[in-house]
T-cell receptor, first 115, second 112 residues
Framework: ETGVTQTPRHLVMGMTNKKSLKCEQHLGHNAMYWYKQSAKKPLELMFVYSLEERVENNSVPSRFSPECPNSSHLFLHLHTLQPEDSALYLC??????????????FGPGTRLTVL | KQEVTQIPAALSVPEGENLVLNCSFTDSAIYNLQWFRQDPGKGLTSLLLIQSSQREQTSGRLNASLDKSSGRSTLYIAASQPGDSATYLCAVKSSNTGKLIFGQGTTLQVKP
């Protein structure tokens, strides 16, 4: 496997379910990101992890809970979601260092539908 | 607050045409600007990244320019092909917040 992978690619869940999205990067990067892409809206940054510490939480509801156990893996735990949370959830990674801001590489996304 | 706008929202051209996609941003305090391609229902593929100190970047038939002072970038696609059909996203990395701010994209259709 190369690049950034995400599983599952598609997920349908009820509002009372608990599920998790997984992201894995094979690029040796030190920062990982979760984005949400809803129809007809720009990508919205949700969370940023740098060196396994959360450095950004972009006012995301608590029903979304990220976890970064190591620099290669990132999870998004979901519970009691709403239908408006249906979207494409994209993971990205980059190599960040002081004074150098490098390009982000994206995974294929998880298409989430909340019934 | 940084805002990124892409015009047009959609574009349809015949195969072989050269075309230009536009991106504008409101705050010139950026580290870099990145152009992405997104196929329907798929993730993003990075096409070109221009650092704030650079004026342009080229990759194959693609050329991206950056005019930081005027808050504009263009993506030039030469000799377009049906396989170029996709949504093209522009994003700037804010030097104030470190966040990548995206435009809504331009959906390109290249007709055979």
């Amino acid at each position: 496997e190369t690049g950034v992978t995400q599983t599952p690619r598609h997920l349908v869940m009820g509002m009372t379910n608990k599920k998790s999205l997984k992201c894995e990067q094979h690029l040796g990067h030190n920062a990982m990101y979760w984005y949400k892409q809803s129809a007809k809206k720009p990508l919205e940054l949700m969370f940023v992890y740098s060196l396994e510490e959360r450095v950004e939480n972009n006012s995301v509801p608590s029903r979304f809970s990220p976890e970064c156990p190591n620099s290669s893996h990132l999870f998004l735990h979901l519970h009691t979601l709403q239908p408006e949370d249906s979207a494409l959830y994209l993971c990205a990674s980059s190599q960040e260092s002081s004074g150098t801001y490098n390009e982000q590489f994206f995974g294929p996304g998880t298409r989430l539908t909340v019934l | 607050k940084q805002e990124v706008t892409q015009i047009p929202a959609a574009l349809s051209v015949p195969e072989g045409e050269n075309l230009v996609l536009n991106c504008s941003f409101t705050d010139s305090a950026i580290y870099n600007l990145q152009w992405f391609r997104q196929d329907p229902g798929k993730g993003l593929t990075s096409l070109l990244l221009i650092q704030s100190s650079q004026r342009e970047q080229t990759s194959g038939r693609l050329n991206a320019s950056l005019d930081k002072s005027s808050g504009r970038s263009t993506l030039y696609i030469a000799a377009s092909q049906p396989g170029d059909s996709a949504t093209y996203l522009c994003a700037v990395k804010s030097s104030n917040t470190g966040k990548l701010i995206f435009g809504q994209g331009t959906t390109l259709q290249v007709k055979p």
